[in-house]
């Protein structure tokens, strides 16, 4: 069974930082692109930060200076470092692992960024 358990957020302060991390089980994660969404109430999930299988790194035009992906297959993890967090940045955090058709999804982490 395919589990995506993220960890790592909280409630933080505007310009503070955060990891965030996503580890996963039950797939052969060095197969998988890895992937961060986020999403705020009545708002659909958006798409900030991917890396995939050779660790080629994508990221929101609106998150590309501030956050930082990675993956460690060793731990079968990847981590979301989040900097200079900004009250927009107020949203469940979730994982995505991807590889074709196999697409799987962690239940989230909440990061709340207080002004």
């Known amino acids: 069974q395919v589990q995506l358990v993220e960890s790592g957020g909280g409630l933080v302060q505007a310009g503070g930082s955060l990891r965030l991390s996503c580890a996963a089980s039950?797939?052969?994660?060095?197969?998988?692109?890895m992937s961060w969404y986020r999403q705020i109430p009545a708002k659909e999930r958006e798409l900030v930060a991917a890396?995939?299988?050779?660790?080629?790194?994508n990221y929101a035009d609106s998150v590309k200076d501030r956050f930082f992906v990675s993956r460690d297959n060793t731990k079968n993890t990847v981590y979301l470092d989040i900097n200079r967090l900004e009250p927009q940045d107020t949203a469940v955090y979730y994982c995505n692992a991807n590889w074709g058709s196999f697409d799987f999804w962690g239940r989230g982490t909440q990061v709340t960024v207080s002004s």
């Open positions: 039950g797939l052969s994660f060095g197969l998988y692109r």
């Open positions: 890396i995939t299988t050779s660790e080629t790194r």
